[in-house]
């Protein structure tokens, strides 16, 4: 089994499913911890050093952070819902917990930190809605945590892909330092898909085939994107969301198509 593509396990007391850190990671800046709990189940947590987006995939909760307190966050019933979910940005070092109102699915996206900042709801009418892409290649993006916004190295977008399209395409990269033009960004793709029984494809590769793997991709799993490029597609009659969490020594969002695959995208020739 591939290194890169974890599968969930049964929730531990605490809820958690996944638990993804640098070190078991082998890098130096996303965490990410998928948690599952019960109505009334109360989840707590908070790292020194560590800054935390929490996102409540499906379901509600009231959500406390140091001593802010939001209630009756979230909602939707699935991710597949076309609305925002509810998130919170909390600062490293500072102790949250989440208690669910009915079943509540939480990511906890997770990057180094300083405590700088303040807790705060984000409010859904700061997260941007777009489709990107035409035809097989349109997805639909909610850019829950992006660099306009407050935070020290997290960024964190949900996306929808439809049934049959591809996303996450053409190839794109985000792995060197390019001023500019390129910055170095880890990444983690958690993948749901509807209805669950389906699967979607990805691939992760550099440029000089070092890393070139390929795998399916059932519901719940979460791929780890060290380096290089790493295209999506969905199978037919199974749409696909996924939730990525990047960060990297720069918070900038910079990634460069690999040059194969970029007159995909690349404008028509001026008419003569």
């Known amino acids: 089994m591939s290194r890169l593509r ?6 531990a007391a605490d809820g958690t499913c996944i638990d993804i850190t640098p070190d078991s990671a082998g890098w130096s800046h996303v965490g990410f911890r998928l948690v599952r709990l019960a109505d009334g189940q ?9 800054e935390a ?7 509600s909760a009231d959500v406390t952070a140091g001593e802010h307190r939001y209630d009756a966050i979230g909602g939707r019933a699935s991710p597949f819902e076309d609305r925002a979910p509810g998130a919170v940005y909390v600062p490293a070092g500072m102790r949250y917990g ?15 930190g300083t405590g700088a900042g303040t807790p ?6 700061r997260m941007s809605h777009e489709t990107r892409g035409s035809g097989t290649n349109t997805r639909h993006v909610r850019n829950i945590l992006p660099e306009t916004e407050p935070a020290e190295g997290l960024l964190v977008v949900e996306v929808i892909t439809p049934a049959g399209h591809w996303s996450s395409y053409p190839p794109h ?21 509807d209805p669950p029984q389906g699967f979607a494809f ?6 000089d085939r070092s890393l070139d793997e390929s795998f399916s991709v059932g519901d719940g799993d979460v791929v780890l994107v060290p380096r290089g490029y790493h295209p999506v597609g969905a199978a037919h009659g199974y749409d696909l969301y996924y939730l990525n969490v990047m960060a990297g020594p720069e918070r ?15 404008p028509p020739p001026p008419e003569a």
């Open 6 to 11: 974890i599968r969930p396990q049964d929730p």
């Open 42 to 50: 109360r989840y707590e947590g908070g790292e020194d050093g560590r």
């Open 53 to 59: 987006c929490l996102v409540l995939v499906s379901g």
């Open 98 to 112: 989440v208690t669910a109102r009915g079943e509540v699915e939480l990511a906890v996206c997770t990057a180094p």
């Open 120 to 125: 705060r709801l984000i409010d859904e009418t």
């Open 173 to 193: 990269k985000h792995d060197t330092a390019v001023p500019g033009e390129e910055t170095v960004l880890e990444e983690t793709y958690y993948h749901r898909i």
């Open 202 to 207: 990805q691939r992760v590769y550099s440029d």
């Open 252 to 266: 900038r969002w910079l990634f460069r198509n690999d040059p194969d695959h970029a007159w995909i995208v690349a």
